[in-house]
């Protein structure tokens, strides 16, 4: 088992920033990734950014790039999602995932087998 807890949501003006961590606890991998999705209110939960473990490639949805940034700690287990730019389209209760295939980052929800439990990000404008 993988336990995943996020961390570091919370409310910030449009232009505003904030950042996300995801500690992993639990089975470990080193061949996997880890994912970032959102989910706003009536939407279906869609990816945001993800990284792999072993060699820290990243991957990132279209109307995020260049504003966030994705890194990982492998000595803490640790995922970190750096916000910048926000705008309130960014507002969403984010999760993080774990997946256990390798070589890859997967862009669809069922690529990963553990998720945390969400934290809430609002952006106002």
């Known amino acids: 088992q993988v336990q995943l807890v996020e961390s570091g949501g919370g409310l910030v003006q449009a232009g505003g920033s904030l950042r996300l961590s995801c500690a992993a606890s639990?089975?470990?991998?080193?061949?996997?990734?880890m994912g970032w999705f959102r989910q706003a209110p009536g939407k279906e939960r869609e990816f945001v950014a993800g990284i792999r473990w072993n060699d820290a490639y990243t991957a990132y949805e279209d109307t995020v790039k260049g504003r966030f940034t994705i890194s990982r700690d492998n000595g803490k287990n640790t995922v970190y999602l750096q916000m910048n730019s926000l705008e309130p389209e960014d507002t969403a209760v984010y999760y993080c995932?774990?997946?256990?295939?390798?070589?890859?980052?997967?862009?669809?929800?069922?690529?990963?087998?553990?998720w945390g439990q969400g934290t809430q990000v609002t952006v106002s404008s």
């Open positions: 995932a774990a997946s256990h295939i390798v070589n890859t980052i997967p862009r669809m929800t069922l690529g990963y087998g553990y």
């Open positions: 639990g089975r470990t991998f080193s061949g996997g990734a």
